[in-house]
Every structure is written in structure tokens, then in C-alpha cells.
């Protein structure tokens, strides 16, 4: 009760409730009737709408797209290979623009070095061919990381634009732990709503063992003894070849690993099985691709990714990575990397983690 005379005690504004596991996802700043288009569906699917969704990994950007998409006319420009995104997603009437570097596959490819020219001329004739259709971009993270930053926004930007003008739908999923607070903002800025997407599962681990799957691509947070055990074990069921900058006669003394092939990233070093480092983005992606093309089933290990940052620059670590993946999705082929826990941070931990399908603890 108040005492007579005084000034009741103001009430606070009640805040709007916020799910904390989506709430860490989006800096502070974006603006509240951004939020509240991305939280209606019914405008997410308005023509002429463009949304950002801001995220991690998970199926709801491929549900929203089947939803909103009837027909044959929807796009999706995503780094994944296409036959696995159709089997995992359903989306076999959706037309997919694979962005990789990868050549002779028979699915439509174009690499991210084209992005300001052939994607964007890409997503803005299918608008312009299909009105009312729906564009879904894929792998923000892994565009910023080649091109840059600022050729990303440019190009989110056109497609957006495109969108608008043709009467299409756009939407586009971030990482948020691949961007920074302020260039999360800067995209949004791009966008009519910003939807948060909740928490995806996570992604199939195991503490230790073989990978017992014909084909797929795994990061293994190990390193030492635990990797090199888990390497045996595939080379005891699959052709294995084993890129390391370490001596592999030390490795084969050390873990009993004689079924498994090397390349040895060496400046000084010579002989068989032997390759320069610095010939990692060409020579030894090529002889890696031959290998995983030799057999459904063949097993590319990168042994510690971690070692390889005194010889190339982390977008040529990623790009490296992500052929070796695309063509292990190509050729029915297992990709393994290590990488020492904690070793990049937490954007280019969040790059190289979107690359594979399944973390090993």
C-alpha cells in the first residue's frame, strides 16, 4: 500500500522474452521490426521478401524453402555437395548451384572467385525467369572466408535487390560464431527480417572407434596417439592416405601404421610420396582428389590441420579442406582431418567445423 501523498513506485516496462539459446545468436542493435518480420512466416513467404536467417548448422532453412517453394522453380546456392543436400533434405525439384572449385562432376558448378559476376547474374535471371520464386543461399561463412567480407555483403545486397524488383523470396543462413557482432549487423541491414533459428542437433560424434561409413567427411578434435589409432583402424578396412608434415617412417615406427600410403609435406625432405608444402592448394589437392577417386570407399586423412598454418594462409587451409570434402561427396570417398582443440579461433573454428558433416570428441 502507498503511503498517502507519495508517488506510486513506476512499474518497469515488462522486456519481451527472449529464448536464451537464440538470444546469444543476434547482436544488439538490429532493429525490433526486423525480429518481428523474421519471426512471421507469412512474411517470410511475402513476395518481394528477403530474410536472414541467423543461426547454426540445422534443417529448418531447407524446411522453410520446401514450404514457401512449390514447384520446380527454387534455387539453393549452397558450398554442400547437391546429391547429399537432395538425399538429406528431399529437395529433388529444387535447381542447385554447387559453389565449389571442383571440375568434372556433372552437377552445375560455379566457384566463389565468380561470385560478383556469374552467382549474382545466376540468382538474378532465375527471378527474373521464375517470378515469385525463392532463392536460398547457403555458406556465408566459407564466401567471406575467399572473397572477403565486403564482396559478401555486396553480393547479398544484389541478390536482395533482385528479390525485391521480380517479386522472388531470398533467404540466407548464417553461422553466427563465423561473423563478427558487427558485421552480423551489417548483413542484416541487407535483409527485410532477421529470423533466429533455435539450436540444431548436434552432430553425430563418437568418443573413439573407426569410422564405419562407406562415405562422409569428419573432423576429429584428437591429436597424438588417439588420432593415429583411429587412422589404423580405417586403413585395416579402407585404402587410406595419410598428409602429414610429420615423417611418416617415425609414424609407422611409432603406431604400427604400415597399410596406410603418405604424402610427406616437406621443404626438405626428397623422394617418393614427398611434396612442398607450399603446393598444397594444387599438387597435393590433386593427388588427394586421385586418391579418393580410385574407389568408393578410399579415405583421405589431413593430419593436423593446425600444422599447416606456417605455409598457407587460413582461406587456402579452408579451401584445401572444402575440395577434398566436395570431391569425397563426388566420389563415394571418407575425408578425416585432426586439428588440435582450441588451436583456431572461434570464427575459423566455426568455418572449418561447417565443412564437415560429423565431429569426433
Not at 26 to 33: K, V
Not at 199 to 217: C, F
Not at 267 to 281: F, S, T
Not at 302 to 327: M, N, S, T, W
Request: some cysteine; hydrophobic content about 40%; overall charge positive.
Amino acid at each position: 500500500m502507498t503511503p498517502q501523498g507519495s508517488t506510486p513506485p513506476r512499474r518497469r516496462p515488462s522486456s519481451p522474452m527472449v529464448v536464451a539459446s537464440r538470444a546469444r545468436f543476434a547482436p544488439a542493435g538490429i532493429a525490433a521490426e526486423k525480429l518481428e518480420a523474421g519471426r512471421s512466416l507469412a512474411d517470410i513467404g511475402r513476395p518481394g521478401r528477403s530474410t536472414f536467417l541467423l543461426g547454426p548448422p540445422c534443417s529448418e532453412p531447407y524446411r522453410l524453402f520446401r514450404t514457401f517453394c512449390k514447384g520446380p522453380g527454387g534455387l539453393i546456392m549452397s558450398g554442400a555437395h547437391p546429391g547429399r543436400l537432395r538425399a538429406r533434405y528431399g529437395l529433388h525439384d529444387a535447381k542447385i548451384l554447387w559453389l565449389t572449385s571442383l571440375s568434372g562432376t556433372q552437377e552445375r558448378v560455379l566457384g566463389p572467385q565468380d561470385l560478383e559476376y556469374e552467382v549474382l547474374g545466376t540468382a538474378m535471371r532465375h527471378f527474373r525467369t521464375n517470378p515469385g520464386s525463392m532463392v536460398l543461399l547457403d555458406d556465408m561463412d566459407y564466401i567471406a572466408s575467399q572473397v572477403g567480407f565486403d564482396a559478401l555483403a555486396r553480393f547479398v545486397k544484389g541478390v536482395s535487390d533482385a528479390a525485391s524488383e521480380n517479386g522472388g523470396c531470398f533467404l540466407a543462413l548464417a553461422d553466427p560464431e563465423a561473423f563478427s557482432d558487427r558485421q552480423k549487423l551489417a548483413l542484416a541491414e541487407c535483409f527485410d527480417g532477421v529470423r533466429l533459428l533455435r539450436d540444431g542437433p548436434a552432430p553425430p560424434a563418437r568418443a573413439e572407434g573407426t569410422v564405419l561409413v562407406r562415405h562422409g567427411t569428419y573432423l576429429m578434435h584428437r591429436f597424438g596417439p588417439d588420432a593415429y589409432r583411429a587412422l589404423g583402424s580405417m586403413a585395416a578396412a579402407h585404402r587410406t592416405l595419410c598428409i602429414t608434415t610429420l615423417p611418416p617412417a617415425k609414424l609407422k615406427e611409432r603406431y604400427g601404421l604400415l597399410g596406410v600410403e603418405f604424402i610427406w609435406l616437406s621443404d626438405a625432405a626428397a623422394g617418393q610420396g614427398v611434396m612442398r608444402p607450399r603446393e598444397l592448394g594444387y599438387a597435393v589437392q590433386q593427388a588427394a582428389a586421385r586418391h579418393l577417386r580410385s574407389g568408393p570407399g578410399s579415405v583421405v586423412h589431413i593430419d593436423g590441420l593446425e600444422r599447416l598454418g606456417p605455409y598457407a594462409p587460413f582461406k587456402d587451409i579452408v579451401r584445401f579442406v572444402k575440395c577434398l570434402a566436395d570431391a569425397s561427396g563426388e566420389y563415394g570417398g571418407i575425408l578425416v582431418a585432426s586439428v588440435h582443440p582450441g588451436f583456431f579461433g572461434r570464427a575459423e573454428d566455426a568455418v572449418l567445423r561447417k565443412r564437415f558433416e560429423s565431429v569426433l570428441a
